[in-house]
T-cell receptor
């Protein structure tokens, strides 16, 4: 079972470069989300989606864009990377819609370094 | 946004010892989840508690939801090295957004052989 797949696992960017972090799930989950994890800060919600064509901001959305054209995919775009975006990024999905009783299924993360 | 405070932040113990970690909020939780995250991996759900006073057991792990639904604890009996990891709680307040539940900062547990 693939579950939630994130690519790449590691990435190094220079300040100002752009890139897309990929996330795909094969569980037909409606809800998908992106978190960043920094030392001492826990997991913070960046953006989320409750279905194809629907996205909304989380706690720390600045500097990131998302789109949801299919149920399976939820890419995260960094348009102009900054050192403050150095972090480990996790994608998560759940069914039905990420409510308090819905378990989140996480990918194994993308470790991003911006120099 | 509901703030969840976890304590202790770090815990290092010997194999066979017992331990308890806590997740607290000033607001009432509608429900609360506990996750464990191992190095290099994403968090994995351990349990969801929804009723005040609820106790759930998962092998050597005992989860308790406070009567007032403002706090939760995770107790591990006879800890083993395989219990090493970051323990995270996730919850939301009654009437809050179902889609923006917050995580605590976690308790990093190390069990030494």
């Amino acid at each position: 079972n693939a579950g939630v797949t994130q690519t790449p696992k590691f990435q190094v960017l220079k300040t100002g470069q752009s890139m897309t972090l990929q996330c795909a799930q094969d569980m037909n989950h409606e809800y998908m989300s992106w978190y960043r994890q920094d030392p001492g800060m826990g997991l913070r919600l960046i953006h989320y989606s409750v279905g194809a064509g629907i996205t909304d901001q989380g706690e720390v959305p600045n500097g990131y864009n998302v789109s949801r054209s299919t149920t399976e995919d939820f890419p995260l775009r960094l348009l102009s990377a900054a050192p403050s975006q150095t972090s480990v990024y996790f994608c998560a999905s759940s069914y039905p819609r990420g409510g308090e009783n819905s378990p989140l299924h996480f990918g194994n993360g993308t470790r991003l370094t911006v120099t | 946004t509901q703030l969840l405070e976890q304590s202790p932040q770090f815990l290092s113990i010997q194999e066979g010892e017992n331990l308890t970690v806590y997740c607290n909020s000033s607001s009432v939780f509608s429900s609360l989840q506990w996750y464990r995250q191992e190095p290099g991996e994403g968090p994995v759900l351990l349990v969801t508690v929804v009723t005040g006073g609820e106790v759930k057991k998962l092998k050597r792990l005992t989860f308790q939801f406070g009567d007032a639904r403002k706090d939760s604890s995770l107790h591990i009996t006879a800890a083993q090295p395989g219990d090493t990891g970051l323990y995270l709680c996730r919850g939301g307040s009654s009437g809050g957004s179902n889609y923006k539940l917050t995580f605590g900062k976690g308790t990093l547990l190390t069990v030494n052989p």
